[in-house]
T-cell receptor, first 113, second 114 residues
Framework: QKEVEQDPGPLSVPEGAIVSLNCTYS??????FMWYRQYSRKGPELLMY????GNKEDGRFTAQVDKSSKYISLFIRDSQPSDSATYLC?????????????FGTGTQLKVEL | SQTIHQWPATLVQPVGSPLSLECTVEGTSNPNLYWYRQAAGRGLQLLFY??????ISSEVPQNLSASRPQDRQFILSSKKLLLSDSGFYLC?????????????FGQGTRLTVV
């Protein structure tokens, strides 16, 4: 079993739709949770990060963490064609060797006109 | 502000040839530095990370090595490339001793070994 599971998609939605992207994880030691956006042939770009359980909102994006269920989500409101990209979740825990991120495999999103 | 530079953007190399990919970070001191490889459908695989000059930790045994000759310079190398070394290589940095460990990525190098 992978530490972080993420549906690869592709997910195709019409412009203006609400998008829900999700990850599940198995390591209860994860404390920090991040979402990255990656356009084709580019490096990942950090969108948001949250600590522990709860919600965090930034413009059209909302990150949600449920540590009891080991489940995190990213919601995109009023989706735009420019949101078409691969979205990667990432998580970190404190380790003796310093902090390292564990990534999901990414969900490919396409927002269509 | 901090920036990360990674080059080249694309590279085609024959099997058995050497490799050197370079990454530099500006605007910060003593960053944690990382090399990742990304394969289709497999997400990001951490190859090496470094918390200081000359300090390299390897995450997976492979045909690659890394070096950090200067505080903000990270180099990925190979003496003899294999076909299986093809992939998208990403350099990243993070703020040292920060619990959240969010990483900031360069634009990547697409390596094709032929």
């Amino acid at each position: 079993q992978k530490e972080v599971e993420q549906d690869p998609g592709p997910l195709s939605v019409p412009e203006g739709a609400i998008v829900s992207l999700n990850c599940t994880y198995s390591n209860s030691a994860f404390q920090y949770f991040m979402w990255y956006r990656q356009y084709s042939r580019k490096g990942p770009e950090l969108l948001m990060y949250t600590y522990s359980s709860g919600n965090k909102e930034d413009g059209r994006f909302t990150a949600q963490v449920d540590k009891s269920s080991k489940y995190i989500s990213l919601f995109i409101r009023d989706s735009q064609p420019s949101d078409s990209a691969t979205y990667l979740c990432a998580m970190s825990e404190l380790t003796g060797g310093g902090n390292k991120l564990t990534f999901g495999t990414g969900t490919q999103l396409k927002v269509e006109l | 502000s901090q920036t990360i530079h990674q080059w080249p953007a694309t590279l085609v190399q024959p099997v058995g040839s050497p490799l050197s990919l370079e990454c530099t970070v500006e605007g910060t001191s003593n960053p944690n530095l990382y090399w990742y490889r990304q394969a289709a459908g497999r997400g990001l695989q951490l190859l090496f990370y470094s918390v200081g000059i000359g300090q390299i930790s390897s995450e997976v045994p492979q045909n690659l090595s890394a070096s950090r000759p200067q505080d903000r310079q990270f180099i990925l190398s190979s003496k003899k490339l294999l076909l299986s070394d093809s992939g998208f290589y990403l350099c990243a940095w993070s703020i040292p001793r920060r619990a959240s460990a969010e990483a900031f990525f360069g634009q990547g190098t697409r390596l094709t070994v032929v």
